[in-house]
């Protein structure tokens, strides 16, 4: 089977740059924030994770504090890099604890949820 993804640039339409290894993240888990048809969840943001931020995906019922060994997740802390869903972020700001975005590694494709000026705002990279 093939994947078909979309074109791997990012917000900037350059090249998409990897976002983490370790943990590997991604919705391919290629370490990438790419994105196809097949992704609902749109994982196309990365982002440094907060223990604030870990806490409110964890009560919004995506705990990505737990280890799942079956699926080689070790969880996350404070300080990891992840590709994490558009929406999440969105509602992460809206809540006061968005991550931080590193924006050479944001898929293009984010943009139909959020606003450049928005994510440059939480860039640590731009």
């Not at 994770?49 to 079956?70: H, M, R, Y």
């Not at 300080?79 to 931080?100: F, H, I, N, S, T």
Request: glycine residues 6%.
């Amino acid at each position: 089977m093939t994947i078909e993804m979309d074109d791997s640039v990012n917000v900037y339409n350059k090249p998409l740059r990897a976002c983490c290894m370790s943990p590997m993240t991604g919705f391919y888990r290629n370490g990438c924030c790419d994105t196809s048809t097949q992704d609902h969840g749109m994982h196309t943001v990365c982002v440094i994770v907060s223990t604030q931020f870990l806490e409110f995906s964890k009560a919004k019922g995506n705990d990505l504090i737990t280890p799942i060994p079956e699926y080689q997740f070790p969880g996350l802390k404070e300080g990891d890099k992840w590709c994490l869903c558009a929406l999440r972020w969105r509602e992460a700001y809206d809540a006061g604890v968005a991550p931080k975005v590193i924006i050479s590694a944001t898929h293009k494709q984010t943009l139909e949820v959020i606003e450049l000026e928005l994510l440059e705002q939480f860039a640590i990279d731009n």
